[in-house]
């Protein structure tokens, strides 16, 4: 299997990706709510009493722009393909990625390697560096 070369861009681009991955949940929920239950001013034009004629959307068009949607797919992919990259990870890869992007504070190198017994500081970034490549070759990147 040929090795296909990271850019510096696409690692950052996977990094930021990590940064903002409970953000990136979040939004795949708002962009499906809005779809499933788009907000519409209603304009009541019932005046005589009879049933009122508010269009409905359709099921089948709220699936096709669900399973359409380019900012829910990709979003989507990220997600899965993040999740799969630390699910074939090991313990203290997995917690090196948690602790690096997924705590409430960023911590520095030097504060992770602390906290994970057994690696310097230049065996952290290797690690990570390892698991961003991983991320974004699986995007295509």
Known sequence: MTKVKISSKARQHVRDLLSNYSELKDEIKELRESIMNPHREEIDENIGGSRS??????????????????????????????????????????????????????????????????????????????IVDQIASRLGW
């Open 53 to 130: 004629t508010v269009q409905k959307f359709d099921v089948e068009d709220k699936a096709i722009k669900l399973a359409s949607h380019e900012q829910i797919i990709f979003r989507a992919k990220a997600v899965s393909v993040i999740d799969n990259v630390l699910a074939h990870c090991s313990d203290k890869a997995q917690q090196i990625i948690e602790l690096k992007y997924f705590s409430k504070e960023p911590h520095s190198w030097v504060w992770i390697s602390q906290k994970i017994e057994g690696y310097s500081e230049d065996g952290c970034r290797k690690i990570e560096k390892r």
